[in-house]
């Protein structure tokens, strides 16, 4: 019976190791895309070209680690008996290490850099089915659209896009279980000078997943910034919104990587007028 229970473990922990390598062809593919459209920029942002070697450090450290255990979980399968090697934690340590490199980048970032994430997440890839129609948008109350991206290379994990034709992008994540189970709530507005709160739903597992989640101005810029390593379940995040914010319509961004696979959220929140000191009830 032992035996049979080593056979079980050893066969899940193989299974396990086999989606974190297929994650790391998917982180590399998305490296490669993203390197490809700053090298074709007349002037390659420094920023994106040093967070992507960042990247790169850690994803080819991950793939080293996740191999050799492997090789280990293979040769206990041949032999039939002998210790159960455990999953490295060296694999959490890089997959935290490049959604933090990717979450820099995505933060100094100005308009347009969500587009080419999302771009660059699908650039492999081809419209598997859609668009279909996904319910009304949040904000101006037309219709969403729905399309699913799938690809015959290695890394093309299929992936779902969600966009208003006229507010842009709601969602682009992959169809994992993980990313799958993610819900963003935000208020209906924003006042300036006063606190921000957003609760992300996340997978209740550990070791969780990485969340970042910006404050946006229409142009783009980021206004603020939080970010949480190994979140879990309902994640709250507080931000204060800057006292001098215009009273237009601002964007809340949230990048959560899980196993070096990228998603990104977004919802549109209008801020008010701000309210002077003296203008404020006792």
């Known amino acids: 019976m032992a035996v049979a229970d080593g056979h079980g473990a050893t066969l899940g922990l193989r299974a396990e190791l086999t989606g974190w390598l297929t994650s790391l062809d998917a982180g590399a593919l998305f490296e490669d895309n993203l390197r490809a459209w700053a090298m074709a920029a007349d002037r390659p942002k420094t920023r994106v070209v040093e967070g992507l070697k960042v990247m790169r450090r850690h994803r080819e450290a991950a793939r080293e680690s996740a191999l050799a255990a492997m090789h280990l979980v293979q040769k206990s399968l041949r032999a039939g008996y002998g210790p159960l090697p455990g999953l490295p934690d060296a694999l ?15 933060e100094r970032s100005r308009f347009g850099m969500l587009d080419q994430f999302t771009d660059a997440a699908t650039a492999a890839h081809a419209p598997a089915h ?40 709601v969602t682009d994540r992959p169809t994992t279980p993980a990313h799958a189970a993610v819900r963003l709530h935000t208020p209906n507005e924003l006042v300036p000078g006063q606190a921000l709160r957003v609760t992300v739903d996340l997978p209740g597992t550990a070791p969780g997943v990485w969340l970042t989640v910006q404050l946006r101005d229409r142009g783009r810029h980021a206004l603020a910034a939080h970010h949480l390593p190994g979140a879990v379940g309902a994640a709250e995040v507080e931000m204060t919104v800057p006292a001098g914010v215009q009273p237009e319509v601002h964007r809340v961004w949230a990048l959560i990587v899980d196993r070096f696979l990228p998603a990104w959220h977004q919802v549109r929140v209008p801020s008010t007028p701000g309210v002077h000191p003296e203008e404020q009830l006792p």
């Open 130 to 169: 859609g668009p279909t129609g996904a319910g009304r948008c949040g904000y101006c109350r037309g219709p969403l659209e729905r399309t699913v991206w799938s690809g015959p290379v290695p890394g093309a994990v299929e992936r779902i896009h969600v966009a208003c034709p006229r507010c842009g992008l």
């Open 92 to 106: 959490g340590r890089h997959a935290a290490g490049w959604a933090k490199a990717l979450s820099e980048m995505s």
